[in-house]
């Protein structure tokens, strides 16, 4: 049967995605680090704690990254205060550190990540953090990433030259 339907173009925003998959457990996915993804989490963390979720699984398969502005964020509103959630080891020697400023963060009993191969930048970041501020566990195969800060230069003709600015270090200091 042929069938013809009237679409409008949209922009698809939404990089964050959460299940309740039991009475005490919720899986949130997150596609990207965009400029709404902390907001996103957020959002989902509140319905949580309306759920009564304590144990909560992070799926950050084939999660490519995306801003660390939005990782500091999330890190935030999960690591307690004073938690590291990344280092940026500059070649001069230099480490920048972006630490926890909440008092009150959510809390889980148990947290588990899934990643894959996909995996990389700004979702390894996260992955680190978690496991090593929060003692979360980490499922899945050896992440993409290579451990390195990357900056956008546009060129005049709209091309653009990555470089790398940094080495990202963990909690814990570890490349």
Partial sequence: EELTLKMTRAMVQATVYMKQIDEKTAV?????????????????????????????????RDDTGGYLSSLV???????????????????DGKIDKDVSANKDPYAFSKIAVLVNGNTASAAEVLTAALQEGLDATVIGTTTYG???????????????????????LTTNGNT
């Fill in 73 to 91: 964020s999330i890190g935030n509103y999960l690591l307690p205060k004073g938690t590291v959630i990344i280092q940026k080891s500059y070649r």
């Fill in 146 to 168: 290579k451990g390195t800060m990357q900056v956008p230069l546009v060129m005049g003709d709209g091309s653009i030259l990555r470089y790398t600015t940094a080495e990202w």
């Fill in 28 to 60: 949130l996915t997150i596609s990207s680090f965009a400029d709404s993804t902390a907001s996103e989490v957020a959002t989902q963390l509140v319905k949580m704690e309306i759920l009564g979720i304590e144990n909560l699984i992070v799926d950050l």
